[in-house]
């Protein structure tokens, strides 16, 4: 049988091209995981990987949705190897079970994950400059201004939560982080 795997690396990515490709190579089964590629708890892999048998073919799109540290990498195709089952990276070609095949296979994985560090590393040097900058702040900008909240707070000495709520948007976990926030300044 020939398998076939998807990996998006955050929920809200989408899998559809890794399977529509999946789907024009033919593939009998297909499993997908939103799982970091960092990370080897990811589910549906790991239950591909009880399936798959002697002679089974596993079908990825790329190399980097089958495994990003080479040490992982390295021993999956091993493991899947000693099973009897071919490999296919579509982007790289069919991985075969010969020193040249484990060979190139290794080195292109090492980029991989080279290629992944550098990333991170990039990413990291742009959040360290972009703290030097008296405008930055961490995570996602604030929906509701310092005002609209303090507004909202002075509402709950004449409203419940729900009502300052349907008033002004504003939910009430966030009212009352900001409450507890106003009351630790005040104390």
């Not at 989408?14 to 970091?36: G, H, M, P, R, V």
């Not at 399936?51 to 949705?65: A, C, F, G, H, S």
């Not at 992982?72 to 040249?100: A, C, R, S, W, Y």
């Not at 991170?120 to 040097?125: A, P």
Request: charged share 30%; glycine share 6%; net charge positive.
């Amino acid at each position: 049988m020939k398998y076939g795997y998807a990996r998006v690396s955050t929920k809200g990515q989408d899998l559809t091209s890794q399977i529509n490709t999946l789907k024009k190579e033919n593939c009998d089964a297909i499993f997908s995981d939103k799982f970091t590629g960092t990370k080897t708890d990811r589910p549906e892999f790991q239950r591909l990987l009880t399936v798959l048998k002697n002679n089974d073919t596993l079908v990825v799109t790329k190399l980097d949705r089958f495994a990003r540290s080479t040490s992982d990498g390295i021993n999956v195709i091993k493991h899947l190897f000693e099973q009897g089952v071919k490999v296919h990276i579509l982007n790289m070609g069919l991985v075969e079970n010969t020193p040249t095949g484990r060979l190139i296979f290794n080195i292109l994985l090492s980029f991989s994950e080279f290629e992944r560090d550098l990333i991170v590393e990039r990413t990291q040097e742009g959040k360290a400059i972009a703290k030097l900058k008296d405008s930055y702040t961490e995570g996602r900008p604030k929906k509701f201004s310092r005002k609209q909240i303090k507004h909202a707070l002075s509402l709950l000495n004449e409203y419940s939560y729900k009502e300052v709520v349907e008033r002004t948007g504003i939910s009430k976990s966030t009212l009352t982080r900001a409450k507890k926030l106003n009351e630790k300044k005040h104390s």
